[in-house]
């Protein structure tokens, strides 16, 4: 069974910072890019971050670049994000994501993030 398990969301002060985890399980890890994607109330889904477990190529939106460092792939099957400095703005739902190609196949059920000002 393929899952994909997020952990680590919770309400913070502006400032503060946070560190989300994406256990990933019952498919070839080695094989995909994991990614944060996450969802605000009202708006539309935005990719956050994504890290290739092949060549440990990284991307970030523009609107976390310097805050959040996206790190794992192969250790332990599991994928960090760290987000520091955080912004009310930042507050949404965070979703870790597994892509063998260019479609993200499997979806975790996601983690609340919020950001108090």
């Known amino acids: 069974e393929v899952q994909l398990v997020e952990s680590g969301g919770g309400l913070v002060q502006a400032g503060g910072s946070l560190r989300l985890s994406c256990a990933a399980s019952?498919?070839?890890?080695?094989?995909?890019?994991i990614a944060w994607f996450r969802q605000a109330p009202g708006k539309a889904r935005e990719g956050v971050s994504c890290?290739?477990?092949?060549?440990?190529?990284?991307y970030y939106a523009d609107s976390v670049k310097g805050r959040f460092t996206i790190s794992g792939g192969n250790a332990k099957n599991t994928v960090y994000l760290q987000m520091n400095n955080l912004k009310p703005e930042d507050t949404a739902v965070y979703y870790c994501?597994?892509?063998?190609?260019?479609?993200?196949?499997?979806w975790g059920q996601g983690t609340q993030v919020t950001v108090s000002s």
């Open positions: 994501a597994a892509a063998e190609t260019r479609t993200y196949d499997y």
């Open positions: 019952g498919f070839p890890f080695d094989d995909y890019a």
């Open positions: 890290i290739s477990s092949s060549d440990g190529s990284i």
